[in-house]
């Protein structure tokens, strides 16, 4: 993690060393250099700049400034004027930059240049991990992505059966998110009686079985929103009737999901298709843009929580779901401590607390434009 910063200081350096003025000088000798600044790794790999001396018929060259652990090895210009000075930084070199003088004498006359010189971490890749680094070492790093399952992209997986879920397989992804939205929504109405036509998977599964297929297994199926036929509102109470609809998906969607036997409506049986369960999921999307308050979220995770714990014990649940984009309202600050209250806050079980940090939301935007937005990132992230 250090080489990147040592690299920067190093393009500062030598801005600043060809800005100078060079060192001391004599009116009897010029020296010139090859490079202002040389770059030696710690693995010993030599640092060279040849070095031109004219003004005398013969002169030696030096190296002040040296660190401790690199050792100068000199190539004398002899009668040609020009000559080699090489750097050879060991391990035991500190890492940095360094400002540095290369001297030529001849008799009483001398001048001398400056050299910047940069001591670069040397990397070694071992045969074995290194147990006492990271996670019994490892890093524990991994790629995944998120998809909105919705009209307008519910096919894509249909469409490029030959390359997916290959490719999105191929980058090792865990926990892939899934958020349900608009038409793949599967509860569209809540007929009395029930009817089969109630429910209707198809959308949604056109994305989330592949999912399901890919790597690890292992989504999280966050609970975006309410079906399209009732909605969520401040302030929200526990007698709520919408509340109560909205506990009834999502234990159906668990059901549906993660357990053997399904759940049947208007006498049709809802089931999965896939052997493998959805472990993890997330509650609701960022209520602090969508309408709710940090009170009005206690309630609902203590109402939705419960209900889907006792469908499935083993599931995992993600709480909060944050947006920052509008920061002040996202702020964890201004949330957590309403969330954890004691006696007022939150009483089922929490695995993750999970905040959504956005450096875009424009698929179309190039890189330069999504990297620009990293300052910003790392402010909301401290």
């Not at 001398?110 to 040397?122: I, R």
Request: overall charge negative.
């Amino acid at each position: 993690m250090r080489s990147p910063s040592i690299i920067i200081c190093a393009g500062v350096a030598v801005v600043l060393a060809a800005c100078g003025s060079g060192g001391s000088t004599s009116t009897a000798l010029s020296l010139s250099l090859s490079s202002s600044a040389v770059l030696a790794s710690q693995d010993g790999t030599p640092a060279s700049t040849t070095a031109t001396v004219t003004g005398a018929a013969s002169a030696t060259f030096s190296v002040s400034g040296l660190p401790n652990g690199v050792t100068p090895q000199i190539t004398q210009p002899g009668a040609s004027g020009q000559g080699i000075v090489s750097l050879i930084a060991s391990p035991t070199a500190p890492s940095g930059t360094y400002a540095l003088q290369v001297t030529a004498s001849a008799g009483s006359a001398s001048t001398s240049q400056p050299l910047t010189l940069v001591v670069a971490v040397a990397v070694v890749v071992g045969s074995s991990p290194d147990t006492s680094l990271g996670i019994n070492g490892q890093l524990n790093e991994f790629m995944s992505t998120s998809f909105q399952p919705a009209e307008w992209d519910s096919g894509y997986f249909g469409s490029q059966p030959k390359t997916e879920p290959a490719q999105l397989n191929s980058l090792d992804p865990q926990h892939i998110r899934l958020q349900a939205i608009s038409e793949a929504v599967p509860w569209k109405a809540n007929s009395d009686p029930q009817l089969a036509t109630d429910w209707d998977f198809t959308m949604l599964d056109e994305t989330v079985q592949p999912v399901l297929s890919v790597t690890d297994h292992s989504p999280e199926f966050q609970i975006a929103v309410t079906p399209g036929f009732f909605s969520l509102s401040s302030p929200l109470t526990a007698s709520d009737p919408n509340l109560q609809l909205f506990v009834s998906f999502a234990q159906n969607l668990v059901r549906y999901y993660n357990s053997p036997t399904g759940f049947t409506w208007g006498g049709k049986l809802f089931q999965s298709p896939s052997s493998h369960p959805i472990t993890w999921w997330g509650i609701y999307n960022e209520y602090n843009i969508n309408g709710l308050t940090p009170a009005d979220y206690v309630v609902l995770y203590n109402a939705v929580v419960p209900a889907m714990l006792a469908v499935d014990p083993a599931i995992k649940i993600s709480a909060l779901e944050l947006s920052d984009y509008d920061y002040e309202n996202g702020d964890p600050r201004n949330n957590l401590p309403i969330f954890v209250a004691l006696n007022t806050g939150v009483n089922a079980q929490v695995n993750v607390a999970s905040t959504h940090f956005y450096s875009s939301c424009d698929q179309t935007d190039w890189d330069t434009t999504v990297f620009s937005t990293i300052p910003g990132f790392v402010a909301d992230l401290q």
